[in-house]
């Protein structure tokens, strides 16, 4: 299964000029400018395209998860793409930027791998086409981990990166997430026992001929449309998709994609790990008030979610096997020890945006990171005036598909506790004095 990100071209566009605004040296001329060059490096398809006037900027392009061609009729895709899309390749030769990209040596879970291949696609441009004047990891879906890392781990090469549909929490907090849903889904559906368990899936499982078999008349099925919307919110997912009322025969594509990833795709790096690397040992589960009103109102008791909600309470007994936990801790789970910028589509880029963001800011009294940083993650945060110039701040980041309309809660609890901190501290205290 192919997983398509879709991005806006002249969002892309803005925050990848933004990233150039790093000073470096001139660039030298590219050899006989325009290329269009492909070939395989150490066994990884490569393409570079440069355009006639570079403007000295190469954008390296980490692609998101590939199925591997690991049952009968799948096909690999090798392709060696140069931007998220190919509808932005030739708006970004336009602007000037060089583009290169890689399949990476393998498909599937190849992070490792992933990492080495784009590294030396950089140095192979640098050698054998110019030394750019800046070079920037464009990333995408599980391609963010190798941008991620590669910041992190080669700092020298890279001079920024921009991370579209970010996994910047780490790979075992993110297929952890996926516990729940998988859950919810044996609570109310029931796993077939050739699938594996809810911790463990069969290692050849297959997503196109056995998990589609049994959830495609489950999708289908209108009547079913409350439970999948249970399993949904349980599992934290943000709506998206069908609207109830849902028309006949839906099939909303939330559940295909992470049914997709949830078996066939975790099957893939169960092989490599050596084990089964999932664990819900930390959860708990519950709803919302409110999404259990809502959930009534379109055809499922309240009674009926409880006794779902104490099934799978009753189960989270579910353990990793270290050493396949650790296999996928390794260059996907981050320091953060970033010293050049990373940007998500929400990071503002904007100069006059940036002091009218300020401004209101100071109106209102508080600071909010609305995705700016990490999507997903909204930061609200308020200054402590020990001081007549304050240095010193309080604040909480919540994941958004938690929120749910508790922004004046979390704001007033900030407000106070950092009330309570500035009444207890010495009279112009500052961090100077610690």
């Known amino acids: 299964m192919k997983v398509i990100a879709r991005v806006s071209v002249a969002l892309v566009v803005v925050l990848l000029l933004s990233l150039t605004l790093i000073d470096r040296s001139p660039a030298a001329k590219a050899k006989a400018a325009p290329l269009d060059l492909s070939g395989e490096i150490h066994g990884a398809p490569y393409r570079i395209r440069v355009p006639d006037v570079w403007n000295g900027t190469l954008l390296i392009f980490a692609h998101g998860y590939r199925d591997k061609a690991d049952h009968p009729g799948e096909i690999d895709n090798r392709n060696a793409d140069v931007a998220p899309s190919a509808a932005l390749e030739a708006p970004l030769l336009a602007q000037g930027f060089a583009l290169a990209g890689t399949a990476y040596k393998d498909n599937g879970w190849a992070i490792e791998d992933a990492i080495q291949d784009v590294r030396n696609l950089a140095i ?5 086409v110019a030394p750019p004047q800046r070079t920037i990891i464009v990333a995408a ?4 981990f190798v941008g991620y890392k590669s910041m ?7 001079d920024g990166a921009l ?14 997430s996926g516990v729940p849903l998988y859950l919810a889904y044996d609570v109310i559906f029931g796993i077939p026992p050739s699938w594996g ?30 439970k999948f919307e249970f399993i949904r919110l349980v599992a934290k ?3 998206r998709g069908i609207i109830p009322p849902p028309p006949p025969q839906f099939f909303p594509g939330w559940a295909l994609t992470d049914f997709f990833f949830l078996t066939e795709a975790r099957a893939e790096l169960q092989r490599r790990a050596g084990g089964p690397f999932v664990q819900n040992l930390d959860q708990s589960y519950d709803l919302l008030p409110a999404e259990k009103a809502y959930l009534a109102g379109i055809g499922l008791p309240t009674p009926v979610v409880d006794a779902w909600l104490a099934q799978m309470n009753a189960r989270r007994n579910i353990q990793a096997k270290p050493s396949a936990r650790n296999y996928v801790r390794n260059n996907t789970d981050f320091n953060g020890k970033i010293r050049n910028p990373i940007l998500t589509v929400h990071t503002i880029t904007d100069y ?8 209101e800011t100071q109106r209102r009294g508080y600071a909010l990171d609305h995705e700016e940083n990490v999507l997903g993650l909204r930061c609200f945060a308020f200054a402590l005036r020990f001081s007549e110039r304050s240095s010193d701040a309080i604040s909480c980041s919540v994941p958004i598909e938690r929120l749910n309309g508790r922004e004046p809660e979390i704001i007033e609890s900030l407000r106070r506790t950092k009330n309570s901190i500035e009444r207890m501290a010495p009279v112009n205290f500052s961090r100077d004095y610690l």
Do not use: H, M
């Open 197 to 226: 368990t809810v911790g463990e899936v069969r290692n050849d499982i297959d997503f196109d001929t056995e998990v589609l078999a049994k959830l495609v008349p489950e999708l289908s099925n209108i009547a079913n449309f409350p």
């Open 352 to 359: 006059d945006v940036l002091i009218a963001d300020l401004e």
């Open 237 to 239: 997912n943000p709506g």
């Open 152 to 158: 992190e781990q080669f700092n020298g090469i890279y």
């Open 141 to 144: 879906s599980l391609g963010t």
């Open 163 to 176: 991370c579209l549909c970010s996994v910047g929490a780490g790979a075992t907090r993110l297929w952890d």
């Open 124 to 128: 192979f441009f640098r050698e054998n």
